[in-house]
């Protein structure tokens, strides 16, 4: 799907703290993310997402991401709190992801061309694929970037670029690959889960700058 656009939404994944999505709304982000899986150092519980929803407007997207989660876990979640995107980042398949009556994005950790294309027909439901970094064993928050020459110029789905991204080459990352959509944790931290404000906004000025240098 090929998708025109002025500029290039952006996602700020990892928050665990109401101060942190403070500081992705007025950096004007388009969505923050809440890491629901208990090994990563992002993870937060449903009461800590509850406290960071409650700082969140109206038209700032709020993804819960999940990886190879129980059908009730999700559920829980969604009951709980107010989530308008769900983000799978482990083995789901569509009929899964699909079942939640919520819409949602799925990660494939890229290893060659074939897995983008391949994934973009597996996962029908998908409103949109995030590619992220392979890393044996790690379902994502690597850190690490992936070769950018393996996403096809024609895909029939929006991509989001993901994977080791800062501010040092995400200008090369848009102009290579033109993703509908950046997602950002790591290359704007002080530390695991704590952001960083000021990397933040530099960050989304970055992703203007960019965007109006292609106008």
Known sequence: ???????????????????????????????????????????VDI???????AVVPAFVTVTALFVDPAADEVQKVLDSVRIDLIQFHGDEEDDFCSQFNRP??????VRQASDVVASCLRFPGALAVLLDSYKPGVPGGTGETFDWSLVP??????????????????????????????????GVEAD???????????FA???????QESV
């Open 1 to 43: 799907m090929s998708v025109k656009q002025r500029r290039t939404r952006l996602k700020i994944c990892g928050i665990t703290r109401p101060q942190d999505a403070m500081a992705v709304v007025q950096a004007g982000a388009d969505a923050i993310g809440l890491v629901f899986y208990a090994p990563s150092p992002r993870a």
């Open 47 to 53: 009461a800590t997402a509850q406290a960071v929803v």
């Open 104 to 109: 949602y994005i799925k990660a494939i950790r």
């Open 153 to 186: 110029d024609e895909l029939p789905k929006p991509i989001i670029l993901a994977g080791g991204l800062t501010i040092a080459n995400l200008a090369s990352a848009i102009r290579q690959v033109r993703p509908f959509a950046v997602d950002v944790s790591g």
């Open 192 to 202: 695991k889960g704590i952001k960083d404000p000021g990397k933040i906004t530099a």
């Open 205 to 211: 000025d970055e992703v203007y700058r960019v965007d």
